[in-house]
């Protein structure tokens, strides 16, 4: 069982992965009509407590959507990675935008064929899929550092959380583009296009720590490997 802190320290970046994407989507949502929303509030809603509270409550309801409408993004790494390594045709793609943009995909595919080797002494091949496997092998260590080793499994849920802040908000920050271009009007009306931009961001980040949570998770399953190996014998 983990310690205490650590489980309060997950649920923390938990919660601030779905609440901190549902109160910026919850701004924006308050542009599509902020003048009948104010004329039809009831008197609960006058106090400042049960603002906070109607507050806190949206975001994380919108929060908690946008978690599970971003989710097929996961599988999008593992795309772009058999794309670029050439998994499929035999040919990598090589150029300065591969290069640039995913320069790790090799090194963390290689923990990837060693940590499925692992998993299929234990488990066997059964569930392995050709477009899933990578998740397979992820939901195999992720667990099996969760069982074996709680530190080495909550710096690797760190990572997960955060991948997980940048998923939802590729979602939040299209939407609030989407809204400011057609609620706001004068010179700032350019913010969307800002917005759009950070939601661009948001997936190229969400894709760099979404490939670090599996890096990070697949070489400590391989270094507790190494130290069964050595101590056995």
């Avoid at 195999?140 to 690797?156: D, N, S």
């Amino acid at each position: 069982m983990k310690p205490f802190p650590d489980s309060i320290s997950l649920s923390l970046q938990e919660t601030l992965a779905v609440l901190l994407p549902g109160a910026v989507l919850t701004f924006f949502l308050l542009l599509f009509d902020t003048a009948a929303l104010s004329t039809h509030t009831s008197a609960f809603l006058q106090q400042a407590w049960a603002k906070g509270v109607a507050f806190f409550g949206s975001a994380y309801f919108f929060g908690y959507v946008t978690y599970v409408v971003s989710s097929p993004f996961d599988g999008i790494y593992d795309r772009i990675k058999r794309y670029v390594l050439g998994i499929d045709t035999g040919k990598p793609v090589r150029n300065w935008v591969t290069t640039w943009l995913f320069p790790h995909v090799a090194d963390t595919h290689a923990l990837i064929i060693e940590v499925v080797e692992y998993k299929n002494e234990d488990i066997g091949a059964k569930y392995d899929g050709f477009r899933h496997q990578i998740i397979d092998a992820y939901q195999y260590a992720f667990r099996r550092l969760m069982k074996e080793e709680p530190a080495m499994f909550i710096e690797v849920e760190h990572y997960y959380a955060t991948a997980k802040f940048f998923r939802s908000m590729v979602i939040v920050w299209t939407f609030g583009s989407a809204v400011w271009a057609v609620r706001v009007n004068g010179p700032d009306k350019d913010y969307a296009v800002l917005f759009l931009l950070l939601g661009l961001l948001s997936f190229f980040v969400f894709l760099n720590r979404w490939r670090k949570a599996n890096h990070v998770a697949f070489k400590n399953v391989i270094i507790i490997e190494g130290l069964k190996t050595r101590n056995s014998q």
